[in-house]
């Protein structure tokens, strides 16, 4: 039977386990710091004994007193250094094997049987239940506290008496020994109490078992990096002579540095790496006997070096490959070597010294940061850099790993035959969410130290799918660190100390206005109410209204598809009817800006040029209109004005845009529209609208007859149409919708006129007038506000400059005697 104090006893590591336990290394550290101060007092007052003869006249008389504490005082001296070199011994018996091989490096025997952590937390359990010793215990507290559930809590839950978990079926499930990421699992599947616990508090299972993992990485290079004596650490300060069994390189060493001796490559990061792929591509290619060049290209951002970094390390502890090993990873900084060179023959003459200097070393891997700049820089001095390195590229007396940008790789090396025969090229892919967040759990601990701030595990997962999804023209792995470095200070400033993924969404929001944290009572009301609110602009069209309400909600809760834009419509109906002024109000709504509404005119896309006029040309390298839009704006609404009108190619564009939520733009680079709604507003098929209407006003227009009609029109296909979310037909407007929408021009009116100092009077005949004159059966309502300027603001204006109207006038306006469809205007002054 597997009792806890059963595996305690099967294991090597119990010995240890006693020994912590009786003195646990923060009592060892105070009794060592305890026993050093009472040698140095003891030995200061033993040192003031021996030069009794040098005693003042006043002490003389204390001189009896003094010799009799002489032995006393010797004695103390030598207990507290020899319980100091007792504490020695053990703080070194633990750091030598059990703390830097075991929790360290992890090097466990299947004898072991289970981790130092999981140890001290079986080593402290009072009973046979694995629940209550691992929430008891200080490591799971610390677990716990990443989940953002405080000490009270837990001992409230143990309070409920939740059924005990045994240890019978304990055992580890991808290694020789029982990892404490194994304990937390088996105690959440083994506890239907605990798992409602944790999910009472928003923690799942792969959060539980990642914070655990978290606070054993803690631990890990908390150790790591302490021990400065270790061969890793002291190898960061460099040594005399260290290369002189090889040639001299002199000019590399001045553009360059040794990464052997970087604390990255020395860092417990180092070590471990989430790009195994592409490790291996590049491994395969410096193995080769000649043109063992490989061309490092991915975005802009850490991983590049992370993997060089990586790669280094391996170097330097002896695990690569037998091509690389013996090998000194020098990084050329060609920022650095273009500050230095000003003009054509000095930078010629450089590179010729630096690759002949390494190729005559006979040991360099030479890492050149960014290959694109010197390139373009050869060719700002009018010099062939492809020329200058071939000799050395085609050899095998030197190896080189180039980094490049993705977009720098397509715009200054890709056209490059020469230079591409040279290097083997090996792309990194996108992190994951998960990989991003493991970068996140290793980079945190210096901004909590930094900010005195506390992140739960939450928080993190937050940091890294908002990098992901609210910044997708970001390298994830980049922006996740810019947030987080963002986030710390905002949150001292509001006054924050523990950030959870409540805070980290409250920061997003107002980073980019996109109501993403909790529905606040405000905001709820105003999204059950959204169809009144929209209806007070949009007038008369209740099934558009509802259509774009409900794509908001889904939003707003977060049940909408993740990976297509917020929304996607097509208005189609006769022109001023309300199909943009729905998009406006729906900006106004969701951004709280009607400014967040960004207008592409589609008939201006129709010529053999519109799709680069769109998304950008490779050949030109103009940038395109929606591409910059997107990236410049990357939450908001967009609207597609007379969609109908542009061509073929670019409607077909719109396909995997509606469907999949981003499209490529001129240099293949995806472009997110994942927070955009799409409203594309169409007159197609408004004569049939018109003729529905008209047969029968009263009834519902049918949108299977109008969509087929249009499909057989050839205007557009059936799979554009089936990538819209709702499409929305928009009815002729009668009498009583013109007649409001007139009141509401007015009121508008009204408004800046009543800023001035003058009262607008809005009689019922007045907007009668507005709605008869300045509408038509055709154009709707949009040329009521040519009506209203010509025939009010006009007339308004020459008053004010003529001085008849002052502050405080009122001013009313009735129908011409002359002309019924002009108004004649009359000013009361008070």
Not at 45 to 73: C, E, H, R, W
Not at 114 to 131: C, E, H, N
Not at 260 to 277: F, G, I, Y
Request: net charge negative.
């Amino acid at each position: 039977m597997n009792t806890i104090t059963d595996l305690l006893h099967k294991s090597r590591l119990y010995p240890v386990l006693m020994l912590d336990s009786l003195i646990s290394s923060d009592r060892r550290g105070r009794l060592i710091h305890f026993c050093r101060f009472a040698i140095v007092f003891l030995g200061l007052i033993f040192a003031f004994y021996l030069s009794q003869d040098y005693l003042p006249t006043f002490l003389t008389d204390y001189l009896g007193l003094i010799m009799l504490l002489k032995n006393k005082v010797l004695g103390l001296m030598l207990i507290s250094l020899s319980i100091f070199m007792v504490a020695i011994l053990i703080e070194v018996y633990f750091s030598s094997f059990y703390y830097l091989e075991l929790v360290a490096k992890n090097l466990y025997r299947s004898d072991d049987i289970f981790t130092m952590t999981v140890g001290r937390i079986l080593y402290g359990a009072k009973t046979d239940d694995l629940l209550v010793a691992f929430l008891h215990s200080d490591i799971g507290g610390q677990i716990i506290r990443r989940l953002g559930i405080g000490r009270p809590e837990a001992d409230l839950f143990l309070a409920t008496n939740p059924s005990p978990v045994s240890a019978m079926l304990l055992a580890p499930t991808d290694g020789p020994v029982i990892k404490l990421k194994d304990l937390t699992k088996y105690i959440f599947d083994q506890s239907q109490a605990f798992r409602e616990f944790l999910l009472s508090h928003s923690a799942k299972e792969t959060e539980f078992i990642g914070a655990a993992q978290w606070v054993v990485l803690g631990i890990e290079l908390q150790i790591w990096e302490s021990r400065w004596w270790e061969l890793d650490n002291l190898t960061r300060v460099p040594s005399l002579a260290r290369d002189w069994s090889y040639g001299g390189t002199y000019n590399l060493d001045l553009y360059g540095r040794d990464l052997l001796v970087d604390r990255e490559t020395n860092s417990l990061e180092a070590n471990t790496t989430t790009r195994e792929s592409e490790i291996r591509q590049l491994e395969a290619v410096l193995s080769r006997g000649r043109e063992a060049n490989a061309l490092l290209i991915g975005e802009a951002g850490p991983d590049k070096m992370d993997i060089i970094y990586h790669l280094a390390h391996q170097i330097k502890e002896g695990q690569t490959i037998p091509a690389l090993a013996g090998k000194r990873p020098v990084l050329l900084e060609v920022s650095l070597l273009m500050a230095a060179c000003k003009e054509k023959n000095s930078f010629e003459q450089t590179i010729l010294k630096i690759f002949s200097e390494a190729s005559q070393a006979g040991n360099i891997l030479l890492v050149i940061d960014d290959l694109a700049n010197l390139v373009a820089s050869a060719d700002r001095f009018g010099s062939n850099i492809i020329s200058l390195m071939d000799s050395y590229l085609s050899g095998n007396s030197i190896q080189v790993i180039a980094l490049c940008d993705t977009d720098n790789f397509h715009r200054f090396i890709e056209s490059r035959s020469s230079l591409m025969t040279r290097f083997e090229k090996v792309s990194l892919a996108s992190l994951s969410q998960k990989d991003i967040t493991e970068m996140l759990l290793r980079a945190i601990w210096e901004v909590e130290n930094n900010f005195k701030l506390f992140f739960t595990y939450q928080a993190v997962n937050e940091i890294a799918q908002g990098a992901s999804y609210y910044f997708p023209d970001s390298v994830g792995s980049d922006k996740a660190i810019d947030l987080l470095t963002e986030i710390a200070p905002w949150a001292r400033r509001a006054g924050f100390l523990i950030i959870d993924s409540k805070e980290v969404r409250s920061f997003i929001q107002n980073k980019t206005n996109i109501p993403i944290g909790e529905v606040t009572a405000k905001e709820k009301d105003k999204l059950l109410n959204l169809e009144s609110i929209l209806g007070l602009r949009v007038i008369g069209q209740r099934e558009a209204v509802a259509a774009v309400a409900s794509a908001v909600r889904r939003s707003r809760a977060g049940v909408r598809n993740p990976n297509k834009p917020i929304g996607t419509f097509l208005f189609l109906g006769p022109t001023g009817v309300g199909k943009t002024e729905t998009a406006k109000a729906l900006a106004a709504t969701f951004f709280d800006n009607e400014n967040e509404l960004y207008r592409l005119d589609m008939s201006e896309y129709q010529g053999p040029d519109a799709v680069d006029k769109l998304i950008g040309s490779f050949s030109s390298g103009a940038t395109g209109v929606l591409s910059t839009m997107v990236r410049d704006h990357p939450y908001g609404v967009i609207l597609l004005d007379e969609f109908e009108k542009t061509s073929p190619a670019v409607l077909n564009i719109f396909l995997p845009i509606f469907d999949e939520g981003f499209f490529s733009d001129m240099n293949g680079k995806r472009v997110g529209v994942k927070n955009i709604i799409f409203i594309a507003t169409s007159n197609a098929g408004a004569d049939l609208i018109w003729e529905m209407v008209e047969k029968n006003p009263n009834q519902e227009l049918s949108r299977s007859v109008l969509i087929d009609a249009i499909v057989e029109r050839g205007i557009y296909k059936p799979e554009l149409l089936n990538r819209f979310d709702a499409t929305v037909i928009f009815r002729p407007l009668g009498e009583i919708e013109l007649a409001k929408i007139a009141e509401l021009q007015l009121k508008k009116l009204a408004k800046r006129l009543t800023e001035k100092g003058f009262t607008l009077e809005i009689t019922p005949d007045l907007t009668a007038s507005v709605a008869k004159n300045g509408a038509d059966k055709f154009f709707g309502a949009r040329p009521m506000l040519r009506y209203i300027q010509d025939q009010v603001e006009q007339k308004v204006a020459d008053k004010i400059i003529a001085g008849e109207i002052v502050a405080g006038s009122k001013i009313s306006f009735v129908a011409s005697s002359l002309s019924p469809a002009d108004l004649e205007i009359k000013v009361k002054n008070l």
